[in-house]
């Protein structure tokens, strides 16, 4: 079978967008680009996977001072096995937060041996100041770092 590139999209949700609870700033700039990246992934058959954050159970943010928080029970996906399954061979990230969450995300893809693209314009930090110093360290790491066009492939 043929080889294949998937889209991760790690956390681009409400509670991470501007005007949520955790908003990372600037964030919804990479929407418009990462709805592009979905088009573009799909049209040459590529596989699009979203990730959603959540907390355990006995999570700080589930404290006994929030009474209407319900917590919703989620089952752990292996995503390298999914991504496997599809003879996926590139994984281009994107998402949020670049320090946290997208960087984690990129590290596990280089450790289960998927080339790894993070697309610059399609993430945005919790610390803008140590955006650079993240980029530069997932390089560093053997992550490709590339830049957003209308054109991506």
């Known amino acids: 079978m043929q080889s294949k590139l998937a889209l991760v999209l790690v956390d681009i949700q409400n509670d991470f967008l501007e005007g949520g609870s955790l908003a990372v700033a600037d964030s919804n700039s990479i929407l418009q680009p990462v709805n592009s990246l979905i088009k573009q992934v799909k049209a040459k058959n590529g596989l ?3 990730s959603k954050d959540w907390h355990p159970q006995n999570h700080i943010s589930f404290a006994s001072n929030h009474p209407d928080t319900h917590v919703f029970e989620t089952k752990e996906i292996d995503l390298a096995k999914i991504l496997y399954q599809h003879h996926v061979e590139t994984v ?4 949020l937060a670049a320090d946290y969450c997208v960087k984690w995300t990129c590290l596990d893809a280089i450790k289960f041996g998927f080339k790894t693209i993070l697309v610059k314009e399609c993430t945005k930090p919790v610390d803008p100041q140590q955006f650079e110093s993240t980029l530069s360290e997932l390089e560093s790491k053997g992550v490709s770092i590339q830049h957003y066009s209308e054109n991506f492939f």
């Open 48 to 50: 699009v996977v979203a």
């Open 92 to 95: 281009i990230i994107v998402g």
